[in-house]
């Protein structure tokens, strides 16, 4: 089955840092992929799509300069988040459409979880 | 936009019972309805899915079914067991892999 890592999987920094999160799709191509935040007990928010080769697309409400997205290469796209502060800690989840049967299943990764301190 | 309705958002249930979750879409192009099973600390699992071409599909103890008249879908489990305590989550997407997701339901099962 489609595989997505992410990496790391837990991570800490001090306010006003920037930290950058991996998502990598291990045994398929993945032209998109998505960028989830998810709060603790709430549901995934959808942050942004991430595009190969071109500028990511960001929901409406989320800062592109805050949440610097990078999709350079067909099994990696990275987020960036910039000047953290405490309310960016959460937990952080990309997906990719598979590979399978048609162009709707998505796989998740296993998810960051950002510490702002 | 879509908009994603589920019910209930907690459900405890006693082993070998079944466990019923509904959810409600608003956006007559959503086609396709995915479940995901998310463990505490973990990524979201696809443990079903559903095109709106189809209005059941079935896997081992696991079903889904959907009426696209009355745009609502649930997820049966049946003979439920311990290792299905988790939040579940439904979704709708009317375009390719962008999902909205509901607010997730709290599944306890207990022995």
């Known amino acids: 089955g489609a595989v997505v890592s992410q990496h790391p999987s837990r991570v800490i920094c001090k306010s006003g840092t920037s930290v950058k999160i991996e998502c990598r799709s291990l045994?398929?191509?993945?032209?998109?992929m998505f960028w989830y935040r998810q709060f603790p007990k709430q549901s995934l928010m959808l942050m942004a799509t991430?595009?190969?080769?071109?500028?990511?697309?960001?929901e409406q409400g989320v800062e592109k300069d805050k949440f610097l997205i990078n999709h350079a290469s067909l099994t990696l796209s990275t987020l960036t988040v910039t000047s953290a502060h405490p309310e960016d800690s959460s937990f952080y989840i990309c997906s990719a459409p598979g590979s399978g049967t048609g162009p709707y299943e998505q796989y998740f990764g296993p998810g960051t979880r950002l510490t702002v301190t | 936009g879509e908009n994603v309705e589920q019910h209930p958002s907690t459900l405890s249930v006693q082993e070998g019972d079944s466990a019923v979750i509904k959810c409600t879409y608003s956006d007559s192009a959503s086609n396709y309805f995915p479940w995901y099973k998310q463990e505490l600390g973990k990524g979201p699992q696809l443990i079903i899915d559903?095109?709106?071409?189809?209005g059941e599909k079935k896997d081992q103890r696991i079903a889904v079914t959907l009426n696209k008249t009355a745009k609502h879908f649930s997820l049966h489990i049946t003979e439920t067991q311990p290792e299905d305590s988790a939040v579940y989550f439904c979704?709708?997407?009317?375009?390719?892999?962008?999902?909205?997701f509901g607010a997730g339901t709290q599944v306890v099962v207990t022995p």
């Open positions: 979704a709708a997407s009317s375009s390719w892999g962008k999902l909205q």
């Open positions: 559903i095109r709106s071409n189809v």
């Open positions: 991430s595009n190969e080769g071109s500028k990511a697309t960001y």
């Open positions: 045994d398929f191509q993945a032209t998109t």
